[in-house]
């Protein structure tokens, strides 16, 4: 075992294993040097017994070693970390492994070996980027839960000075604070005049010339900059977040005083940006005399930076469980393929694939201790898990454009015969969208690994199909997925690896 660490490190901790000591050597000065902490070995049975004990970030192996394959090094270690990212070295692209291979076991890409190994520090990057993310994503979960509740409930109010008071009433519930104000400056109201609107809540509670002369001169200050170079000032006892409107002008500030925010800025980053597409929201449609062109043009932008939240949430579902990666984009990619077979039109094939992406966003709420556990799960974890179809319906219902989405998103999980969830809806009670999306999810869990099981091959999973048409699945649709896999399946089989090559390689 060889260590080095004479240089900041970035507190990553990188494992190498390599059978030739000269790889693992000139791996670890150009990591290093870097800024990561790397350890080398040799043995390939020492770095699992290290790894099984240790906490380690990123793991680069080389593929072909003497006593035993990178594969089944990586194999053994899936047994018990399914954290670690995995980079897999090969001496020539035609040795790398098959791409089933890496996806079973869940490797985070691969790379050739040669002496300035560029390609490998670029991918280690990404895995860094991964990793960071990640490591937010369950840091703050359950900030994103109560983002998630008060995202729609801020969408959906109308007059201005209600927004302001309630936009400023829960992001201070979210950090604790009791003062606290927001500032909408540049109003323009009916008589075309400008003026301020401000809401306070604790010692900033009044009106607007009270208010003034309650802020200390370096918050006015603080304010000032926040404004004008418009970012985030966190201060020793208070955060001061800028509200930026479609053009990323500045609205107008909210500032919290507290002395604990500074776990959650991110969050109150993210919170304060979507305040800012709801108050545009609400001042758009406040303002008569804007064009309408200009205001779909808006729209859409709101619409698309709810859509990067949602985006963020989805990825925080998958991330939770590598057995389910990948699994959103396959259940929308059948679902369309299914929609084409009743020739729907575009803008229907659509609403199926994004109802595939979306359809478990709702997990978002349900513990990881559920969600990842192997064993049965008890009457009351399943209730738990049960109520996903409902909370991935209330996530969406915030923006117009997911209106055909929610109720497939809703009833993915109800069967023919009654005995589905949340509402046990039958036959054509079931929108027939949801009826698609359903057989589609049933058919991708059914072909691919999860905690609990080992996959179905896929005429097993055909089989099932048929023999749960008419009780679980609509009988119409699953003739017309069976035809498809008979049909076609090699062809999508190739179009879905495709695609998670792209992933890998990016
Ligand atoms: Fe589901």
């Known amino acids: 075992m ?3 660490a004479d240089v900041i490190s970035n507190g990553y901790k990188v494992m190498l294993i390599d059978d030739e000591i000269g790889i693992v050597d000139s791996l670890s000065i150009v990591l290093t040097k870097a800024g990561y902490e790397t350890v080398g070995f040799t043995d390939p049975h020492i770095a699992i017994e290290t790894l099984a004990k ?6 680069i192996l080389d593929f072909l070693m003497n006593t035993i394959h990178g594969d089944e090094v990586v194999r053994q270690i899936r047994e018990f970390n399914t954290d670690i990212y995995i980079i897999i070295l090969t001496g020539h692209k035609d040795l790398a492994p098959p791409v089933e291979t890496l996806k079973a076991l869940d490797i985070q890409g691969y790379c050739e070996k040669n002496d300035r190994f560029d390609q490998l520090i670029l991918l280690v990057e990404s895995a ?11 840091r703050f979960k359950d900030g994103l839960n109560k983002i998630l509740d008060a995202v729609p409930r801020i969408y959906n109010l109308k007059p201005i000075g209600n927004i302001l008071e309630d936009i400023l009433r829960e992001i201070m519930a979210f950090t604790s604070s009791t003062d606290g104000f927001i500032l909408i400056d540049d109003l323009i109201n009916d008589n075309n005049d400008h003026k301020t609107l401000i ?3 604790g010692r900033y509670l009044g009106g607007v010339e009270e208010f003034t002369s309650r802020l200390s001169p370096e918050l006015m200050e603080s304010i000032g900059q926040a404004r004008m170079d418009k970012m985030v000032i966190s201060l020793d006892n208070g955060i001061i977040l800028p509200l930026l409107n479609e053009y990323h002008n500045i609205m107008g500030v909210i500032y919290i005083e507290s002395n604990n925010y500074h776990e959650r800025a991110k969050l109150l980053e993210i919170f304060a940006s979507q305040a800012s597409a709801a108050l545009n929201n609400a001042l758009l449609h406040s303002l008569i005399n804007i064009k309408n062109e200009e205001l779909l043009r808006t729209y859409d932008e709101l619409k698309e930076r709810y859509m990067d939240t949602i985006e963020v949430l989805r990825l925080a579902v998958d991330a939770k469980d590598v057995y389910t990666r990948g699994h959103s984009e396959r259940v929308g990619y059948y679902a369309r393929k299914i929609g084409e077979c009743f020739n729907l039109d575009r803008a229907d094939l659509e609403i199926l694939n994004i109802a595939g992406v979306f359809h478990d966003i709702g997990k978002i709420g349900t513990t990881d201790d559920i969600l990842l556990k192997t064993d049965k799960l008890d009457e009351k974890e399943y209730a738990e898990i049960k109520k996903h179809p409902l909370k991935g319906a209330h996530i969406l219902s915030a923006v117009s454009m997911f209106k055909e989405v929610v109720p497939l998103v809703k009833y993915h999980h109800e069967r023919i015969d009654g005995k589905g969830y949340p509402l046990g809806l039958k036959g054509e009670e079931i929108p027939f969208f949801a009826r698609i999306l359903s057989v589609a999810d049933a058919f991708d869990a059914m072909t691919s690994d999860r905690l609990y099981r080992t996959k179905l091959g896929i005429q097993e999973a055909r089989r099932q199909l048929i023999d749960g048409a008419g009780r679980q699945f609509d009988e119409e649709v699953v003739k017309a997925f069976v035809g498809i896999i008979d049909k076609s399946f090699d062809e999508m089989k190739n179009e879905l690896e495709f695609s998670f090559l792209e992933i890998l390689e990016q």
Not at 54 to 59: A, K, P, V
Not at 128 to 138: D, E, F, G, L
Request: charged letters at 35%; hydrophobic letters at 35%.
């Open 54 to 59: 240790d906490t380690y970030d990123i793991l």
């Open 2 to 4: 060889r260590k080095r």
């Open 199 to 201: 809401r306070g809540f």
């Open 128 to 138: 860094v980027k991964s990793i960071a993310q990640r490591a937010t994503i369950y």
